[in-house]
């Protein structure tokens, strides 16, 4: 019984083409010389940065007469400790700390609360003139903040707040800063709606929705308020400059600058004043390394958030 050829059957009277020889893979380009630069830029703004701080460092632990030495040493030969207890005593240290306190726990609380309440209704509720409130908050940011001090000035001094702390703490509570409107806003606006629509159904209301719903979804947008909020009260210098009067109710921005100002009516101690000025950037410091992820997540966040 003869078997028929099939279709399928290989011919091997025809030549196969040779395979074709695989190439090697391409090298890569060295990038030592691209890295390398990079690792010299960051070295040096790094160096920009902390060389100052390791200076001020040495100057608050060298004693005042060491601090003119020609030429400048960046290790004290006497290590004065007793700089850091002797500079806070001449400016009442511990008072006005605890009025800085105060004033910057008030001024955040009450410029994140209402930031994110302005931030909610702008971005979920629908009312008449919505979008002209926003055009006037994000242009209110072009103008500079020493344009209304004057009049601000008059008018607090009429209403007898003046040498007081509210004209410090009461703005906060008034939607001061737009910035944090448009962050809050564009948080907001990146959550769905049917979030919402979900707690409506469960009978929640707007005051339950905000408090209880976006809130802990919009953390990392209120913590960043309240470091930026945090840093710019604790740091503010001119404004309780002009309405502050009583070296009582300073801060201690302004009682740094005692040490170098015609208040202090003798030649500047520097080794007091940067032994105070490294207890005096504490705070700021340890706040913002307690919440830097959420800071960064808040900043890197803004720039994607889109309407769902």
Known sequence: MTTLPTETAVRTDVEQPAPSPIAPPAKKKPRLVGTTS???????VCAVMIVPLLWMITIGLKSRTAVFDIPPKLLPHEWTWSNFVNGPKAIHFPRLLLNSVIITALSVLGGVMTAMMAGYALARLSFPGRKVWFYLFVGSMLLPGVVGLIPLFQLYKSIGWYDTWLPLIVPAFLGGNPLFIFLARQYFLAIPYSIDEAAKIDGAGHFRIFTQVM????????LTMAILAFQASWNDYLNPLVYLYSSGKWPLSVGMASFISPFAGKTPDWSFYMATNLLYMLPPLIVFFAAQRYFIQGLGALGSTTQK
């Open 38 to 44: 990079w690792y010299v830029v960051a070295l040096f």
């Open 215 to 222: 809130l802990p979804l919009t953390r990392p947008a209120w």
